[in-house]
């Protein structure tokens, strides 16, 4: 069975930092591509960040580009997200998702299996 956990949200005061984790489990974890999205309330999922089966391409939202960092760790089955200097518009549930392919895509039906999101939350 195919299981995606995140971890890692919170509180934090703008300009701070968070780590995401996901930790993937029930596939073969270094034969998928894997992306994180996040849902703001009363806004659609969106894309944030995705990171191809051997971590040679990366993809990010022009919103997060230059603050995030998307990486996997295959010893671990985890990908993770760095994410510095936040800001309030950054508040959102943020989501791993399992690619159906090799290589990241930035389209919310390219992917496949979904964890059940972990709340970020950027307020002073």
């Known amino acids: 069975e195919v299981q995606l956990v995140e971890s890692g949200g919170g509180l934090v005061q703008p300009g701070g930092s968070l780590r995401l984790s996901c930790a993937a489990s029930?596939?073969?974890?270094?034969?998928?591509?894997m992306g994180w999205f996040r849902q703001a309330p009363g806004k659609e999922r969106e894309f944030v960040a995705a990171?191809?089966?051997?971590?040679?391409?990366?993809y990010y939202a022009d919103s997060v580009k230059g603050r995030f960092t998307i990486s996997r760790d295959y010893a671990k089955n985890t990908v993770l997200l760095q994410m510095n200097s936040l800001k309030p518009e950054d508040t959102a549930v943020y989501y791993c998702a399992r690619s159906t392919g090799i290589t990241p895509s930035v389209r919310i039906y390219e992917y496949d299996y979904w964890g059940q999101g972990t709340q970020v939350t950027v307020s002073s």
């Open positions: 990171i191809s089966w051997s971590g040679g391409a990366i």
């Open positions: 029930g596939f073969a974890f270094v034969s998928y591509a």
